[in-house]
């Protein structure tokens, strides 16, 4: 191979790293939604989130449960970073202003919920 086409090649992938390098920086949500709030949002945010659902959801068949989260997935999507920013702040103020024993119980059942998702039973909510 000529020297020419291996500095050419070689500026190219250069280029095509940068660029990658400036997409991943920018830290945008997954582009379907999946998995965004969880790389965004602390364990103990989301385990706020995680009550809230349960609240809201209580009574709700799958189908209707299901939904819910993918409305609550397209409003994050839709928030701009300030008002992302201000529920993450909202989400950790609650989670600090509860009680020791409150936050224990909810800890409590997402693992329960968690191991028995990983038992092959259960909905996720």
Do not use: C
């Not at 709030?37 to 364990?43: D, K």
């Not at 300030?82 to 936050?103: G, I, N, S, T, V």
């Amino acid at each position: 191979m000529k020297l020419s086409r291996i500095v050419f090649t070689a500026a190219l992938l250069l280029a095509s790293a940068v660029t990658l390098e400036g997409a991943m920086a920018a830290d945008p949500p997954a582009s379907d939604g999946r998995g965004a709030m969880r790389g965004y949002f602390s364990p103990e945010e989301r385990l706020m989130l995680f009550a809230d659902s349960s609240k809201a959801t209580a009574g709700m068949t799958d189908d209707q449960k299901h939904a819910y989260r993918d409305q609550r997935r397209a409003q994050f999507m839709a928030m701009s970073e300030a008002d992302r920013a201000k529920m993450k702040a909202d989400l950790a103020a609650r989670w600090a202003a509860l009680p020791a024993d409150q936050k224990a119980a909810l800890t409590a059942q997402m693992e329960a919920r968690r191991a028995a998702r990983a038992n092959g039973g259960g909905t996720g909510q």
